[in-house]
């Protein structure tokens, strides 16, 4: 049995992986914490991302791209979604490793800054990786043993040096992002500019945005 996506591109990566589902384009109908849903020539599909990509798409009905990797079960197919070719590649090695699904690769790619996690990968930084929500001792010595001499040999994209932006700038967007996901903003907006002062001069809204997250979690 085959099957055709409109606008949809499918490729053979290797013997072991089949066709799969490589790019979707479309209009971006819906944004919810952890999927969105892409609408293409009316079908919508499901599409989980990390917080990273989540942050980075335009506003609702608006046109999206973004690079697919492509799970096939028995009963479902599910889509991940990226925004760049890096953070693709860094999932397609998480994984990789032994006891990682999709889900908890798109957790950890959602709790730190891709440089960031290259780095504890790199240098064998297994505190580092325990201190990700959701990864413990085993998963994090598991990460570096499998992963260290890969992710620098396979990945070696530069990285840009922040650029300074201000606290008041970095609130707003990070404002702003959340209430694209649901959020009032009467009801964020003091934990925002409180989150934002706690990290000085740390730049990011999506480290910003993480641990507002967080802290809503952690609150109920």
């Known amino acids: 049995m085959s099957l055709t996506l409109v606008g949809i591109t499918p490729v053979r990566l290797s013997d072991e992986r089949k066709s799969m ?26 599409v989980w991302v990390s917080l990273e990509t989540l942050c980075k798409l335009p506003e609702q009905e608006s046109r999206v ?6 799970q096939v079960r028995n009963d479902a197919i599910h889509l991940f979604g ?13 994984i990789a490793v032994s006891g990682i699904g999709p889900k908890i690769a798109l957790n950890i790619l959602s709790r730190i800054p891709q440089d960031e996690l290259r780095s504890a990968i790199h240098s064998r930084d297994v505190t580092r990786l325990r201190a990700i929500p959701g990864v413990g001792k085993k998963t994090a010595e598991r990460i570096v043993v499998e992963l260290a001499e890969r992710i620098g040999k396979c990945i070696s994209i530069p990285l840009e040096p922040p650029r300074a932006i201000s606290a008041d700038r970095i609130a707003e967007d990070v404002i702003s992002a959340l209430t694209n996901l649901g959020y009032k903003r009467g009801s964020v907006e003091k934990r925002v500019r409180e989150v934002v002062h706690a990290l000085g001069d740390r730049p990011g809204v999506e480290e ?8 809503i979690d952690r609150s109920g």
């Open 21 to 46: 589902i490589a790019s979707l384009e479309g209009v971006l109908a819906a944004k919810f914490t952890d999927h969105i849903v892409v609408n293409v020539q009316g079908v919508g599909y499901r």
């Open 65 to 70: 791209f973004l690079n697919v990797v492509t």
């Open 82 to 94: 990226f925004h760049s070719l890096l953070e693709k590649e860094l999932f397609l090695h998480l």
């Open 208 to 215: 910003a945005i993480r641990q507002v997250l967080q802290s």
